[in-house]
């Protein structure tokens, strides 16, 4: 595409959720509480995990990991929307665009690949529990973590460096809250079919992974449990991958749902409507679901809740 007498873009404008300054502020509240319940939530979680020793175990291990995941996703991008629900300039600057861009493809990331450790230790510890501190030994589980992490910081940083290479001119609006590179891509005035290919096979890799670890864990998982004669040892083996398999199923579902959405005038709200549940509601509702799914976890937690009131 030629770029002559075309300006080039220095910051870009982020239109968010609506242009009507009642609604704003209503987003702005509604935003604000969600993010302060999901840092709480998480936090909590953390504190719980690191305070109490009977959470030294690998499950909570990766569950600590998700945590602090999930506060990561959402700080990368509620923030500055909630800068925006108030601000009259509603701007970014490209480079800071682009790594906010970086950062939310690493925390994505970063979340399913933990999410998929998370199953395996389960699979560990349904289908050979006896082998289970062997194979889950403390090594392994910082292993599978800092590997889900370096691999996730390989893929933003491939997507990242290729997006550099763009020149941005001529619309300057994105209209989401939040810097993602589909919408990055559409902006560009130099031809994209490269970032395009890159991302397309990046994801393909990296989430066929991920989903094939995720099902082969529970084909196995599940075949174990109706293997179980006792209805109360079924109840009991499938309670504790319960919460997980919700996670994973609002992770994938929702995923699935965005895959599959039209490329429409209409798909714009529809990509915020998914980029909100990723970014703000995921990292709120993971926490809540962990708490309200596992007693020892809604037992620490009383207990955590108890001494600040004593202290207060």
Not at 58 to 81: E, R, W
Not at 164 to 182: A, M, R, T, V, W
Not at 185 to 213: D, Y
């Amino acid at each position: 595409m030629p770029m002559k007498n075309q300006t080039t873009v220095t910051e870009f404008i982020l239109l968010g959720l609506s242009s009507e300054p009642q609604m704003q502020i209503f987003l702005f509240l509604v935003v604000l509480i969600i993010y302060l319940i999901t840092l709480v939530g998480n936090i909590v979680i953390m504190v719980a995990i690191r305070a109490n020793s009977h959470f030294h175990t690998p499950m909570y291990f990766f569950l600590f990991h998700l945590s602090f995941v999930d506060i990561c996703y959402s700080s990368v991008t509620v923030p500055n929307a909630l800068r925006n629900f108030l601000a009259e300039h509603k701007t970014i600057s490209v480079n800071g665009c682009i790594a906010q861009m970086f950062f939310i493809l690493l925390s994505a990331g970063a979340e399913s690949f933990i999410l998929s450790a998370t199953v395996y230790d389960r699979y560990a510890a349904i289908c050979d529990p006896l082998r289970y501190m062997e194979i889950m030994r403390k090594g392994i589980c910082v292993q599978l973590v800092s590997g889900a992490w370096t691999t996730d910081f390989i893929y933003a940083l491939l997507n990242t460096i290729f997006t550099l290479k763009l020149h941005f001119c001529g619309s300057s609006q994105i209209h989401h809250f939040s810097c993602e590179l589909p919408p990055l891509l559409k902006l560009a005035c130099t031809e994209t079919l490269t970032n395009q290919v890159v991302l397309l096979t990046s994801v393909v890799i990296f989430v066929s992974i991920s989903l094939l670890l995720l099902l082969i864990s529970y084909i196995y998982i599940i075949s174990t449990i109706l293997r179980i004669r006792s209805a109360e040892g079924r109840h009991k083996a499938f309670s504790t991958c319960s919460s997980h398999l919700i996670v994973v199923g609002l992770l994938y579902l929702i995923g699935f749902l965005q895959y599959k959405n039209p490329r429409s005038v209409s798909s714009v709200l529809l990509d915020e409507i998914f980029s909100i549940h990723y970014s703000v509601l995921t990292p709120m509702l993971n926490p809540i679901i962990y708490s309200l799914k596992n007693k020892e976890v809604k037992t620490a937690l009383r207990k955590i809740l108890g001494k600040l009131k004593f202290i207060r």
